[in-house]
T-cell receptor
Framework: EAQVTQNPRYLITVTGKKLTVTCSQN?????MSWYRQDPGLGLRQIYY???????DKGDVPEGYKVSRKEKRNFPLILESPSPNQTSLYFC??????????????FGSGTRLTVV | GIQVEQSPPDLILQEGANSTLRCNFS?????LQWFHQNPWGQLINLFY???GTKQNGRLSATTVATERYSLLYISSSQTTDSGVYFC???????????FGAGTRLAVHP
């Protein structure tokens, strides 16, 4: 089944403890992206990647890192999480930037709480 | 600036009723999608519809790109249709989807 897989689905962590949220897609998509969703602010893009080794900042990149060493994986790294990074995170992929010919596929989300 | 506006913001229906959700966008689009966010937070892709009309069971969608709007129709609503419906647009050149604020739908038995 074509899908974007995020792990973990739920995570509670403490301030300052480094964490990684993984994202993997099995559709050979070139484009991958991370969003966060917050009440009243909607969904906002954190980082995106047009292809392997090509990443760029989205609207809210502060406090996050990404890497794209392989086409299928696009992990989101929080090196020193803070409570304001408590949010619902989504990974998305598409055939190419702009959504390709079939749009963007989203993962199931990761609900992160930083205490 | 580029905008995606959805209406109505909230909608309450009795089971079996029909509804129309609207999405207005400010510029020409590369890509337009409708999503349903269920109570567990998952974003379910309903339609990829930058133009034209599509149907999937009780749901259908129409995008009139020249007039910069899209409509999502829900017929014979069920309680499982409850949640938030998002319209999301890729305007081209921004490398991202821009989401509307959503329509929160509650379907009561």
């Amino acid at each position: 089944e074509a899908q974007v897989t995020q792990n973990p689905r739920y995570l509670i962590t403490v301030t300052g403890k480094k964490l990684t949220v993984t994202c993997s897609q099995n559709m050979n998509h070139e484009y991958m992206s991370w969003y966060r969703q917050d009440p009243g602010l909607g969904l906002r893009q954190i980082y995106y990647s047009m292809n392997v080794e090509v990443t760029d900042k989205g609207d809210v990149p502060e406090g996050y890192k990404v890497s794209r060493k392989e086409k299928r994986n696009f992990p989101l790294i929080l090196e020193s999480p803070s409570p304001n990074q408590t949010s619902l995170y989504f990974c998305a992929s598409s055939l190419s930037g702009g959504g390709g010919f079939s749009g963007y596929t989203f993962g199931s989300g990761t609900r992160l709480t930083v205490v | 600036g580029i905008q995606v506006e959805q209406s109505p913001p909230d909608l309450i229906l009795q089971e079996g009723a029909n509804s129309t959700l609207r999405c207005n966008f400010s510029d020409s689009v590369n890509n337009l999608q409708w999503f349903h966010q269920n109570p567990w937070g998952q974003l379910i892709n309903l339609f990829y519809i930058p133009s034209g009309t599509k149907q999937n069971g009780r749901l259908s969608a129409t995008t009139v790109a020249t007039e910069r709007y899209s409509l999502l129709y829900i017929s014979s609503s069920q309680t499982t249709d409850s949640g938030v419906y998002f319209c999301a647009v890729d305007f081209g050149g921004y490398n991202k989807l821009i989401f509307g604020a959503g329509t929160r739908l509650a379907v009561h038995p």
